[in-house]
Each structure stands twice: as structure tokens, then as C-alpha cells.
């Protein structure tokens, strides 16, 4: 599978890295950076580093600086003030490429039409952008895997959203509306699932090599924060679930909706919405939000045990 990966590392984007880095059927053509966890500059750099790390020889494209419709937003309180809790160390080798991960986006999806999967792990800015700049690219993309929103499940930075949507409701509004044929959500109902608890962190913990090591940096920071926010020691796996249904959706399984997002709400701005009515029929409001649009799979249920043995087994790789 050749992947274009729209990310804004940020700890569990960097594992997510490191998982494909081992997956033999992931070849990461290309990688754009997104203002979300940290700022887009940050993100790219970031980026550089975990891929530099791994081994994988892929273009870096700075994306946008913040989002469509509100100020800049970022969670160093999640990840760090260096997005990597921490552990970024010295400064990546290589350099960002001068275009836009938005242009970058939309020139390679016009070189190989029907090739290229996108996964998305941060706000989705950068292929709003896309859109706007090639309405075809819906057409030009074989799928999308986008991790974020909350479709029936409780938000995380908000009680409605999730991060990357809260980040920039109208890009994603955008993105679900703009009639992707096979885009994949793989929101907090599927990856509040996939945490990472106590025995697993363990087992990771005694494993040798430079990768591992890094790793479990990121761990011992990411998992402190839930630790601390939820009193139980663990942490969610967010980004690498959606890195690991992308290569195996038989990880999950699915509901199909069509999908809008919350622009106007005051207090819930970045909510999925859907109409989920067993009946929607004339005697009901039809004309809802995400009405008539191209329905999304939505990731429900998880094999939770499979996924981590394959994140485990990828941290073993050096
Ligand atoms: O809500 C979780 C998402 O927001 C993850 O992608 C995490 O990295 C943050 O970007
Ligand atoms: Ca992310």
C-alpha cells in the first residue's frame, strides 16, 4: 500500500510512524505536517526526526499553519512542548521540501490516479486545502483513513470532539461532504478502545533497541498524562489503531453514515453529527445535517488484542 500521511507528531502520530516503518506492505510515499498538536513547523520537524529514526526515505511538506476558521490551537499539554514528551532530541538531518503538504497532496494524487492512500492522523486542513485546490482529488485517491470525531462516543478535548476535529471543524465538515468513495472514520469509538494498559507497557518496556528505546520515551510521557487525567496507568492508542485498520480493516468493524460536523454550536463546535433514526421517513425532519451525503465507514468495535500484539510486535523491529 502506498501512503501519503497528513500528521501532526505528537506522540501517538510518532508511534503510529514507527508502526508502518515495520509494516512490509506500508510504503509512505510522502508526509505532510498539520498545526494540531503542536504548531505545523514543529510537526514537520517532528515528522523528520521519527522518520529519520526508522529508516524511511520520504518527502516532508510543512502544512497549514493553523485552521480554516478559528485561531490556532495546539496540546503541548498532551504531548509535550517539543510534541514528543520530551525525547526529540537533536534536530532531524534533513529539511522540509518546499511546497505546501496541500500542494504536495494534490500533486501527487494527479501523478498516480487511483494509487495513493491518504492517512489522515491530525486535523484536516491540509486535505480541506487539497479539495478546494483539485475538486477532484475524491476521485484521484484509491482511500482515506482519517483518524478523528467522536461519532456515538464522548469527545476527548471537548465532551463532543475529539482533538482533530475540534482543531478545525469546518476542514473536516469539508472533508466528510466532499464525496470521498472510500474514506474510512476511525474516530474515539473505535480507539478509546485500543488502550495501551500496565502489562503491555511492561512487556514493551524490556524491549532492546534504539526504536524501543524512543518508544517507550514517548510511553512514559504519554501514559504520565492519562495516568494523571485518569488515575489509572495506561494510554490510548489512537493514531497507530488508525495506521493498523488502514493496513487490515478486518482489525474492526464498520457502520456506514453520512456525516456532517457541528460549525455553530456554542458549546459543541467539532461534534460529529449523524441521523442514526432507525426510520427516517416523511413524517420526521429529513433534511439533517449530512443529508444526501456520500455515507463514511465509521470503525465501531475493535480486536484490541490483535492490534496490540501487532504494535508490540512492530516495536520489537530495529
Ligand atoms: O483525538 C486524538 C487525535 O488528536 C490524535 O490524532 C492525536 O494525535 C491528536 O492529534
Ligand atoms: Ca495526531
Same mark, same amino acid.
Not at 62 to 78: I, K, S, Y
Not at 167 to 182: N, Q, S
Not at 193 to 210: H, N, S
Not at 247 to 266: F, I, N, Q
Given at each position: 500500500m502506498r501512503i501519503i500521511l497528513d500528521t501532526d507528531p505528537g506522540v501517538d502520530d510518532a508511534l503510529a510512524i514507527m508502526y508502518l516503518a515495520a509494516? +512490509?506492505?506500508? +510504503?509512505?510515499v510522502a508526509v505532510g505536517s498539520v498545526h494540531g498538536n503542536v504548531p505545523s513547523p514543529l510537526a514537520a520537524q517532528n515528522a523528520l526526526r521519527v522518520i529519520e529514526l526508522v529508516g524511511i526515505d520520504a518527502p516532508v511538506a510543512v502544512g497549514a499553519a493553523r485552521p480554516l476558521a478559528q485561531p490556532l490551537q495546539t496540546a503541548e499539554f498532551v504531548h509535550g512542548a517539543d510534541g514528543l514528551g520530551g525525547r526529540a532530541g537533536a534536530a532531524p538531518r534533513g529539511k522540509p521540501v518546499s511546497e505546501s503538504a496541500a500542494e504536495q497532496l494534490v500533486r501527487l494524487a494527479r501523478a498516480e490516479p487511483g494509487e495513493l492512500t491518504l492517512l489522515a492522523l491530525g486535523p484536516l486542513t491540509n486535505i480541506a486545502l487539497a479539495v478546494l485546490l483539485e475538486p477532484d482529488l475524491p476521485k484521484l485517491l484509491r482511500s482515506v483513513v482519517v483518524m478523528g470525531g467522536a461519532v456515538s462516543a464522548p469527545g476527548n478535548i471537548t465532551p463532543y470532539a475529539d482533538a482533530n476535529f475540534f482543531h478545525d471543524p469546518e476542514a473536516a465538515d469539508l472533508v466528510l461532504g466532499a464525496g470521498f468513495g472510500d474514506l474510512t472514520l476511525v474516530g474515539l469509538d473505535a480507539t478509546e478502545q485500543a488502550r495501551a494498559g500496565d502489562e503491555w507497557l511492561t512487556a514493551v518496556r524490556t524491549l532492546p533497541g534504539a526504536r524501543a528505546e524512543f518508544a517507550n520515551g514517548l510511553l512514559e510521557h504519554y501514559a504520565g498524562f492519562y495516568s494523571q487525567m485518569f488515575g489509572t496507568r495506561g494510554c490510548t492508542l489512537h493514531d497507530p489503531l488508525a495506521a493498523a485498520i488502514m493496513l487490515d480493516p478486518k482489525l474492526a468493524t464498520y457502520r456506514e453514515l453520512s456525516l456532517a460536523v457541528e460549525l455553530t454550536g456554542t458549546h459543541t463546535r467539532g461534534q460529529v453529527l449523524s441521523d442514526q433514526r432507525p426510520i427516517a421517513s416523511d413524517a420526521y425532519i429529513t433534511s439533517t445535517a449530512g443529508a444526501g451525503r456520500v455515507p463514511v465507514r465509521v470503525a465501531e468495535t475493535v480486536d484490541v488484542p490483535r492490534f496490540l500484539e501487532q504494535m508490540y510486535e512492530a516495536l520489537k523491529v530495529s
Amino acid at each position: 500500500m502506498r501512503i501519503i500521511l497528513d500528521t501532526d507528531p505528537g506522540v501517538d502520530d510518532a508511534l503510529a510512524i514507527m508502526y508502518l516503518a515495520a509494516q +512490509e506492505d506500508a +510504503e509512505i510515499v510522502a508526509v505532510g505536517s498539520v498545526h494540531g498538536n503542536v504548531p505545523s513547523p514543529l510537526a514537520a520537524q517532528n515528522a523528520l526526526r521519527v522518520i529519520e529514526l526508522v529508516g524511511i526515505d520520504a518527502p516532508v511538506a510543512v502544512g497549514a499553519a493553523r485552521p480554516l476558521a478559528q485561531p490556532l490551537q495546539t496540546a503541548e499539554f498532551v504531548h509535550g512542548a517539543d510534541g514528543l514528551g520530551g525525547r526529540a532530541g537533536a534536530a532531524p538531518r534533513g529539511k522540509p521540501v518546499s511546497e505546501s503538504a496541500a500542494e504536495q497532496l494534490v500533486r501527487l494524487a494527479r501523478a498516480e490516479p487511483g494509487e495513493l492512500t491518504l492517512l489522515a492522523l491530525g486535523p484536516l486542513t491540509n486535505i480541506a486545502l487539497a479539495v478546494l485546490l483539485e475538486p477532484d482529488l475524491p476521485k484521484l485517491l484509491r482511500s482515506v483513513v482519517v483518524m478523528g470525531g467522536a461519532v456515538s462516543a464522548p469527545g476527548n478535548i471537548t465532551p463532543y470532539a475529539d482533538a482533530n476535529f475540534f482543531h478545525d471543524p469546518e476542514a473536516a465538515d469539508l472533508v466528510l461532504g466532499a464525496g470521498f468513495g472510500d474514506l474510512t472514520l476511525v474516530g474515539l469509538d473505535a480507539t478509546e478502545q485500543a488502550r495501551a494498559g500496565d502489562e503491555w507497557l511492561t512487556a514493551v518496556r524490556t524491549l532492546p533497541g534504539a526504536r524501543a528505546e524512543f518508544a517507550n520515551g514517548l510511553l512514559e510521557h504519554y501514559a504520565g498524562f492519562y495516568s494523571q487525567m485518569f488515575g489509572t496507568r495506561g494510554c490510548t492508542l489512537h493514531d497507530p489503531l488508525a495506521a493498523a485498520i488502514m493496513l487490515d480493516p478486518k482489525l474492526a468493524t464498520y457502520r456506514e453514515l453520512s456525516l456532517a460536523v457541528e460549525l455553530t454550536g456554542t458549546h459543541t463546535r467539532g461534534q460529529v453529527l449523524s441521523d442514526q433514526r432507525p426510520i427516517a421517513s416523511d413524517a420526521y425532519i429529513t433534511s439533517t445535517a449530512g443529508a444526501g451525503r456520500v455515507p463514511v465507514r465509521v470503525a465501531e468495535t475493535v480486536d484490541v488484542p490483535r492490534f496490540l500484539e501487532q504494535m508490540y510486535e512492530a516495536l520489537k523491529v530495529s
